[in-house]
């Protein structure tokens, strides 16, 4: 640290007190972190084709540790070329070498490699530990690299084809990228698949009509937090930047006097809001039976069910739930059937993922329906990204009631694959869902459940993973009541 003239950034290890016989010296680090422009954050994946590619390696003591004077000359160097915007990516080898972080750079944007012949193969799969690999946009002349006080090389150049090649000999990405995912595949099986016909992409353009609703200068929106819950800062956030006054409401369960005050209390706020939001998380620590069960017998109290109902049937209010908070309302009935209401073996549910444990990625969603007041600012076909993370997130109905969904326009978003087409492909659909279903909406489109968190949203959140992000469904919420 004192050499660098950096503090340790960093938490703490086991190593960090005594633990049985092993004992630790008293040592004082300190542990710093710092804020930095997004612009300047540099993602590992190549760019583009026909890149540049250099190797910018330190040099190493008697022990095989990089010195310190030419590691600091590496950062010193990188830091200028990201000045003058000349990094495209970058990436530092590991374990693997430079063929490992070569292969995982050509990976997020699909691009090969050509290796410069003059490497040999301990350059390319020899430790490199301290080196950095860098994209560069435009040239580094060999002059400034000699003059360096590191080792810098041309390492080889990106190409638009799917290998990775050296002097003549190469290797599909695609085969690579197949041994690397499937390593542990004998054990953890992931490649889960479906005897089930192919769904179909589901398109209903018809709109509510206009409501006359009240008017606010800044609608409410409560936001009830469950034990387990832990999405509710993200559902504030996002509404608050919507326009909207956000309140969240914490449901107290320490004891039989709690749980009916926070009943009692919660009714009257129902009774002051437009918008109740149900976040997502792990209510009760994900129960047996459904990790929703805590929020629904909550929910079916009757003096919160009479607030809900006048809520949704006598002020036009909106109600969505969100992963957790969507698979409460289903469990309800408020999806799909617009009412709490008592549910069986005919109705739609979610249950556990078909790969049968938790799922956490970001997906493709296509927009089947518009009809509802959330969706305003969203058209049919249009595709929007968007993280999961849930183990009971696939949805399943009778044939019957999946008809009447698609009929009446309930089936609000599809999981699609590149081409944006609905699939049970588990690389796009993450829970296997019939219809490949990961939104519904109630008969009037006032009620919105969606497994994917889209309330994670936010500059510069997903800087290397490309795509809309927004449905913008907060503002057309609080737009419905604003006035």
């Known amino acids: 640290q004192m050499d660098f003239g950096f503090a340790a950034i960093g938490g703490k290890d086991s190593m960090s007190g005594t633990f049985e016989d092993i004992h630790v010296p008293p040592t004082l680090i300190s542990f710093a972190v710092t804020t930095g422009k997004l612009a300047d954050v540099i993602s590992p994946e190549f760019k583009k084709s026909d890149s540049r590619v250099y190797l910018l390696r330190p040099k190493y003591d008697e022990r095989g540790l990089p010195t310190k004077d030419s590691l600091r000359e590496i950062f010193k160097f990188i830091a200028g070329q990201k000045k003058t915007g000349n990094v ?12 490992e972080a070569v292969f995982k750079m050509c990976l997020g944007n ?49 190409t638009n084809d799917s290998y990775i090649s050296r002097a003549g000999e190469k290797v599909g990405r695609a085969e690579l990228e197949k041994i690397y995912e499937d390593k542990l595949e004998p054990i953890f099986t992931c490649n889960i698949e479906t005897q089930q016909e192919k769904p179909s992409n589901i ?59 926070s009943v009692e209390d919660f009714a009257k706020e129902i009774r002051g809001s437009q918008i109740l939001f149900i976040p997502g998380g792990f209510s009760g620590g994900d129960e047996p039976d459904g990790s929703g069960k ?161 309330e994670r949203v936010g500059n510069g959140l997903y800087k290397n993973v490309p795509g809309n992000y927004d449905m913008q469904l907060f503002r057309a919420a609080v737009g419905y009541f604003k006035k």
């Open 88 to 99: 495209s990516a970058l990436y530092t080898p590991t374990y693997g070498g430079v063929a």
């Open 110 to 158: 699909g691009f090969g490699f050509i290796f410069a012949n003059d490497l040999s193969i301990n350059d390319i799969f020899g430790y490199s530990y301290g080196a950095f690999i860098l994209e560069a946009g435009e040239e580094i002349k060999y002059s400034v690299l000699e003059n360096a006080g590191f080792f810098g090389t041309l390492l080889g150049m990106t």
């Open 203 to 261: 398109s209903f353009r018809a709109r509510p009509m206009s409501s006359s609703v009240r008017k606010f200068a800044a609608p409410k929106v409560l936001i009830p937090v469950f034990p387990g819950t832990n999405c509710e800062y993200d559902t504030a956030k996002a509404f608050r930047a919507a326009g909207a006054d956000a309140e969240i409401f914490i449901i107290k369960n320490l004891n039989s006097e709690s749980v009916e005050k």
């Open 294 to 454: 805590f929020i629904t017998a909550f929910f079916r109290n009757e003096e919160i069910k009479e607030a809900v109902t006048e809520l949704l049937d006598r002020r036009d209010g909106l109600m969505a739930g969100i992963c957790n908070g969507f698979q409460a309302l289903i469990k309800l009935g408020l999806v799909p059937y617009g009412k709490i209401t008592d549910t069986d073996e005919e109705c739609a549910t979610l249950t556990f993922n078909r790969i049968a444990r938790h799922q956490s990625k970001i997906v493709r969603t296509r927009i089947a329906s518009v009809n509802s007041p959330w969706l305003k600012y969203c058209e049919v076909g249009e595709i929007y990204s968007v993280p999961i993370s849930h183990g009971e997130g696939r949805f399943i109905a009778p044939e019957k009631l999946q008809k009447e969904l698609i009929g009446k326009g309930q089936i609000m978003t599809q999981y699609v694959d590149l081409d944006g087409n609905a699939t049970f492909d588990i690389q796009f659909n993450p829970n296997g869902s019939d219809l490949a279903v990961e939104g519904l909406l109630s008969p009037d489109g006032r009620v919105l459940g969606k497994m994917g968190h889209s």
